[in-house]
Structure formats: C-alpha cells, structure tokens
C-alpha cells in the first residue's frame, strides 16, 4: 500500500493565483480529512469527508478555501484567491471507520 | 481555541534519560487520546493511544499517562534515543465531537542529544 498521497509536495505561487492541492487516500478509507499545519495553531482540522460526503466543514477559513471528493479515491483542496496568510504545510489524511489517521507527506504551500 | 494545547515548544534530553512531553485538554468530552510523531518532510504518524477508561498505556519505550481530573496526558519515553528526535503532536476526540474528529495541539520539538 502506497498510503496518502498528495501531491505537489511544495507550491510556490503569486497572490491572487488560484490553487489546487490533491490528494489520494487509503483504498478502503471511508474517511478524509484535510488539515493545515502553522506555528501558531499546530494541525487545524479544514474538512473532512465520509464516503466522499462533506461532514464537517468548520474549519475552512474562508470562502477562498473550497474542498471536493469526487470519488473515493481523489480529493481537492482549492483556495482561490490565495494570500501570504495561507501559507503552510496542507495535509491530507484518510482512516477506516475507527480513529486511525494515516496522513500523507504534506504540500508545502508558499504564498508571496 | 485551541482545545488541546502543548505549552512546551521543545525540549531537550540526553541520551538514555527520560522524555516526558505533556498536554492538556478543555473538553470535557473527550474520551480518546493519541500522541503523533512528526518527522521533517513528512506527515504525522500514530505512535501510541489511549482511552478514557485507562489511565495508563504502554509500548515498548513509549508510555502515555492519562489524569481524567486534572484534563492532562503526558508521554513518557525512556530511554530516549537520537531517533525520537522530532515533533509530537498530541490528539484527542470523543464521541460527542465527532469520534474521527481529532483535536491536534500544536506540537513540542523534542531534541535528543546523543
């Protein structure tokens, strides 16, 4: 099993570019979790899915920042317009049914 | 508002000597715990957990202490190595927050100095 996948593993990129983060999950992880890593909050829960589904969206700062699951094994994180103040480290994270995060490598966003 | 918070950024030990990493927690509701270890480059990964109903877990050289009262947990490693070397993170969830829902606090660098 190769575990999470995410890819690009860093971006650079221009205020106001759009921005896509992808990820590929665990075969056979019903669950999905896109976290942000900073200084100052540690992870920060984004959203996560179940069976592809939106449960729980709380965490998305802004209306800039949008996630998808268009099926299980693919997800997107978005942010468009992007700013400074979004850069971090993204994580994604699949689990089975019970607590068990496997996260992946993490894309390294840069924002100047 | 951070739910869970680790106050100590980093810390240092020797060799052959005891870690001791600390959290605490407001949410009552919590009722399971974890502790991720994060190396450079890489995503975190699951080092060792616990449930409300114990008070203590062991794992080897890993071992995670749970004071329900007091909302605290710490992780005890012993003897250190240069290769626990990294960040820790700690967790939480309960049923009530969404059991795959986990809380992260914000880490603590630890440093072992051969």
């Known amino acids: 099993d190769a575990g999470v996948i995410q890819s690009p593993r860093h971006e650079v990129t221009e205020m106001g570019q759009e921005v896509t983060l992808r990820c590929k999950p665990i075969?056979?992880?019903?669950?999905l979790f896109w976290y942000r890593q900073t200084m100052m909050r540690g992870l920060e829960l984004l959203i996560y899915?179940?069976?592809?589904?939106?449960?729980?969206d709380s965490g998305m700062p802004e209306d800039r920042f949008s996630a998808k699951m268009p099926n299980a094994s693919f997800s997107t994180l978005k942010i468009q317009p992007s700013e400074p103040r979004d850069s971090a480290v993204y994580f994604c994270?699949?689990?089975?049914?019970?607590?068990?995060?496997?996260f992946g490598s993490g894309t390294r966003l840069t924002v100047v | 508002d951070q739910q869970v918070k680790q106050n100590s950024p980093s810390l240092s030990v020797q060799e052959g000597r005891i870690s001791i990493l600390n959290c605490d927690y407001t949410?009552?509701?919590?009722?399971?715990f974890l502790w991720y270890k994060k190396y450079p480059a890489e995503g975190p990964t699951f080092l060792i957990s616990?449930?409300?109903?114990?008070d203590k877990n062991e794992d080897g050289r890993f071992t995670v202490f749970l004071n329900k009262s007091a909302k605290h947990l710490s992780l005890h490693i012993v003897p250190s190595q240069p290769g626990d070397s990294a960040v820790y993170f700690c967790?939480?969830?309960?049923?009530?927050?969404?059991?795959?829902?986990?809380?992260f606090g914000t880490g603590t660098r630890l440093t072992v100095i051969p």
């Open positions: 994270a699949s689990s089975p049914s019970t607590v068990g995060y496997t």
């Open positions: 075969s056979g992880h019903d669950y």
């Open positions: 899915f179940n069976n592809n589904v939106p449960i729980d």
């Open positions: 949410n009552s509701m919590f009722d399971y």
């Open positions: 616990i449930s409300s109903i114990k």
């Open positions: 967790a939480a969830s309960g049923r009530q927050t969404g059991a795959n829902n986990l809380f």
